[in-house]
């Protein structure tokens, strides 16, 4: 399976950007890039997902390489409820389309 | 979200009993998942089923097995405890044809 690598943890102040990268250098062309995160205590929640072009939602931004080796988490503006912990994860188009988890980046967001 | 439940939220066992986890979801998800999550890890799959009456193997499926009798919920069932087993387990769904699994609150299960 493919693997992801993510720096282990990092921080930000409340309402400024945060940019979370994760590297992927073994990505099939294929494989969907997803983001999942877990806040304290809870599920992991889905966050966002993309295969080639940059993607928005409501929660953040999907920047992805050109070469799509690596690809960068933007939540526009930290706040508070955005501490968590958050997986960047390949999902491949063959069989039961599973997800594999790393252990992800523990975003602490400064007040 | 799915409603996505899970059943017990908390359980102690000692060694060598068994007990059964319950997923049940109300949306018609076709798709079913557990996982376990040891501390400072991240998720990894047990078993999941693609369907009624079907089940298959993930990552760690030793020491558990499964069974999906009714589409709306996944049975995740331990025979023999061990220690090692002691985690937070997590049931997910996804629509078949759809990107996001939904997750459930988890349960915690200390092995003792």
């Known amino acids: 399976d493919a693997k992801t690598t993510q720096p282990n943890s990092m921080e930000s102040n409340e309402e400024e950007p945060v940019h979370l990268p994760c590297n992927h250098s073994?990505?099939?062309?294929?494989?969907?890039i997803h983001w999942y995160r877990q806040l304290p205590s809870q599920g992991p929640e889905y966050v966002i997902h993309g295969l080639t072009s940059n993607v928005n939602n409501r929660m953040a931004s999907l920047a992805i390489a050109e070469d799509r080796k690596s690809s960068t988490l933007i939540l526009h503006r930290a706040t508070l409820r955005d501490a968590a912990v958050y997986y960047c994860?390949?999902?491949?188009?063959?069989?039961?389309?599973?997800?594999?988890f790393g252990t992800g980046t523990r975003l602490t967001v400064i007040p | 979200n799915a409603g996505v439940t899970q059943t017990p939220k908390f359980r102690v066992l000692k060694t060598g009993q068994s007990m059964t986890l319950l997923c049940a979801q109300d949306?018609?998800?076709?798709?079913m998942y557990w996982y376990r999550q040891d501390p400072g890890m991240g998720l990894r799959l047990i078993h999941y089923s693609v369907g009624e009456g079907t089940t298959a193997k993930g990552e760690v499926p030793d020491g558990y097995n499964v069974s999906r009798l009714k589409k709306q919920n996944f049975l995740l069932g331990l025979e023999s405890a061990a220690p090692s087993q002691t985690s937070v387990y997590f049931c997910?769904?996804?629509?078949?044809?759809?990107?996001?699994?939904?997750f459930g609150p988890g349960t915690r299960l200390t092995v003792t």
């Open positions: 994860i390949l999902r491949t188009q063959t069989g039961a389309n599973n997800l594999f």
């Open positions: 073994t990505i099939s062309g294929t494989d969907y």
């Open positions: 997910a769904v996804r629509l078949a044809g759809g990107y996001e699994q939904y």
């Open positions: 949306m018609n998800h076709e798709y």
